[in-house]
T-cell receptor, first 113, second 110 residues
């Protein structure tokens, strides 16, 4: 199994541009999570999906952030417009229905200049 | 929500055992104790979890106090690869959100 796949691994963009981060969860996993990690705030849960349906988006910082899961094998996290304070490492994770263990991807390091 | 308290950092010598403590004095009877770790430049990875009894797996052991107000993650022989941030987290069910605290940064000295 390839594990959770994220792309791109690194993204550098200018303030005001749209950024799209992508995630492919492990096949068969019902839950998908998006996290953000910064030095100041640590690892924060942004949103999670169950069977492609968003369950809790209370961690999404503001309307500039949106996430979709059009099918069981793909999810996107979009920031529009991006700002320098969005610079962080964004992780995607997935897990099976009845298990506790979350499997994390390698992350996308986003730098907004 | 019940919270956990961990030391900010710890050091260990290579090939020696490491005991990583976690205090959770407000734990409820249905809270499971979970441990994740995050190696440098990687996403977190699950280590172990337990409810009341001590647990062992290939990565580590989890020792849970009788009153469940504290627990200890035990790495039996630390290697350089074990240098990571270790997170202690309480979850009632598999449907709970995993909330990561600051964790304990473990350094392993060759």
């Amino acid at each position: 199994d390839a594990g959770v796949i994220q792309s791109p691994r690194h993204e550098v963009t200018e303030m005001g541009q749209e950024v799209t981060l992508r995630c492919k969860p492990i096949s068969g996993h019902d839950y998908l999570f998006w996290y953000r990690q910064t030095m100041m705030r640590g690892l924060e849960l942004l949103i999670y999906f169950n069977n492609n349906v968003p369950i809790d988006d209370s961690g999404m910082p503001e309307d500039r952030f949106s996430a979709k899961m059009p099918n069981a094998s793909f999810s996107t996290l979009k920031i529009q417009p991006s700002e320098p304070r969005d610079s962080a490492v964004y992780f995607c994770a997935s897990r099976p229905r009845e298990e506790y263990e979350q499997y994390f991807g390698p992350g996308t390091r986003l730098t907004v200049t | 929500d019940a919270k956990t308290t961990q030391p900010n950092s710890m050091e260990s010598n290579e090939e020696e055992p490491v005991h990583l403590p976690c205090n959770h004095s407000t734990i409820s009877g249905t809270d499971y104790i979970h441990w994740y770790r995050q190696l440098p430049s990687q996403g977190p990875e699950y280590v172990i979890h337990g409810l009341t009894s001590n647990v062992n797996n290939r990565m580590a052991s989890l020792a849970i106090a009788e009153d469940r107000k504290s627990s200890t993650l035990i790495l039996h022989r630390a290697t350089l690869r074990d240098a990571a941030v270790y997170y202690c987290i309480l979850l009632k069910t598999s449907y709970d959100k995993v909330i990561f605290g600051p964790g304990t940064s473990l350094s392993v000295i060759p």
